[in-house]
């Protein structure tokens, strides 16, 4: 069933990539975007990212078969309960937010009984980067999509979504929310608690000493840059499982520090050989 | 004073490019290389890495000017004090160790009285790859490359060492060498850990995982691809400033696990900024 209207709210990064990936690919019949800040509305407009820009939620979901809800997490419920009374019969809501087991929770409340569906996605496709302006046709391209239907999600409606991120090239990866949050606590949300820590604690010596650094504290630290409130949200949403990623790492960085500092060479060897073999398997 | 002979001994990553940068910018007459193991060597000269390929130490460094030692940390002093009966009167001995204050007194000390110099130096331009061939002629545009002198290095040698590091294309930071190693606990070692230590313990939960992963997870674990040999050797030496910096930082992260813990959004989101400032300040 080819899109007649895509309609996206919100668009940051991913959003913008939806939008001219979809184009790309011609996804869509037409494309409706809607901007929180007028100012985002004038410049997505002047920039022609869609076909139409809406001046609320609303108005931009009208007739529109497939929704997606590129907003920050914290954003995204409110903003399906807020559209859910002006949704077609039929009409299909998903989202790119970073942790899954809430909202796909509460979105599937939010258009229980109103003839649409909601069904969460996460396309693994983040940059220290925000903003629409970034975003680019290929960002999805070859990377994972999480899509996370509860007990509850209509099979026709995950059908539809799935097919929606694999045909802007994703690889999408089905899992149910919990699964997804235990996931991506560890290969997402721990990897940039431990670079902002890293940053953090750098950072209180003596900064200048940053601007000697190579390529591995660049790389190391490059997801340190992105911004706070965002990931604030995402930790609040993902606390429990990110606690639990954090406690495990805790106890690898001491066994490493009690092997250095008993002089326990083979030890510390193995904690790097583990590291390393790891790290080689990541393609 | 122009070099008329280079002596490259090891090369690996950095010795691979050092010759190639040395020829790519006329920065010696003539180029001779030793490399430990045989198959190694014939590889080397095939390649014509070098002008000539020596069977031994010894021999690599009869009428060099200047000689570069680009083995292992733990392969440095042992090579200096190998070499030393056979140095030209005037000889300048420099190397790229990881680690420079051990290396720094016991080279110097290996040619004292010999009318040969040893200046120690540590260009920043390592890689998770290692040897020669991936060496490149551009690997020094740009970085940093410390020359640490101790008390006693003779005034005209650091001049030498320091004008050739630059010639390399290195921006040249002269630091004493213990300053050296509390820098680079923090700026280098310290991310290697921080990454093998975040591998590690991804290694013990599904492995599978890590093929979900976005840029982020890649970047954050790039290094932790590096021989945990070579590191073992690193770590070795700078075993006590490294443990200085681990300890600082299990201090910020435990104070951002308990901030997340205790559900202190507002200290979670001012960790998160101390290091997205510390990180959009890094150029």
């Not at 649409?116 to 046709?137: C, D, I, L, Q, R």
């Not at 106890?251 to 060479?265: M, P, V, Y």
């Amino acid at each position: 069933m080819p899109i007649e209207q895509l309609t996206i709210l919100a668009p940051g990064l991913i959003g913008g990539s939806v939008a001219r990936s979809a184009r790309a690919r011609g996804a869509a019949g037409r494309i409706v975007i809607w901007a929180r800040r007028l100012e985002t509305r004038r410049a997505v407009a002047e920039a022609k990212l869609g076909d139409a820009t809406a001046e609320t939620p609303e108005e931009a979901v009208q007739g529109a078969d497939f929704v997606v809800i590129a907003a920050p997490v914290d954003a995204i419920v409110p903003l399906t309960r807020q559209i859910a009374p002006h949704l077609k019969p039929g009409a299909i809501v998903t989202d790119v937010g970073s942790v899954k087991a809430e909202i796909t929770r509460e979105g599937h409340a939010a258009l229980a009984g109103k003839g649409a569906h909601f069904v969460g996605a996460h396309p693994m496709a983040g940059s220290e980067k925000t903003g629409w302006e970034y975003g680019n046709s290929g960002l999805f391209t070859g990377r994972t999509c999480f899509v996370t239907p509860g007990k509850q999600t209509d099979k026709k409606a995950l059908k539809a979504v799935a097919g929606f991120w694999s045909g802007l090239g994703a690889n999408v990866v089905t899992v149910d929310p919990e699964a997804h949050d235990r996931i991506v606590a560890h290969i997402s949300h721990l990897p940039q608690v431990v670079a902002s820590a890293l940053c953090a604690f750098l950072s209180t010596r003596d900064p200048g000493w940053r601007d000697f650094g190579g390529a591995g504290l660049r790389d190391t630290t490059r997801i340190a840059a992105s911004d706070p409130y965002l990931w604030r949200t995402i930790l609040e949403q993902n606390r429990t499982e990110v606690l639990k990623a954090l406690g495990g790492l805790r106890a690898e960085l001491e066994g490493f520090e009690s092997a250095l500092q008993r002089c326990d060479w083979p030890a510390v060897t193995k904690h790097l050989e583990r590291g390393s073999i790891y790290r080689r398997g990541l393609h």
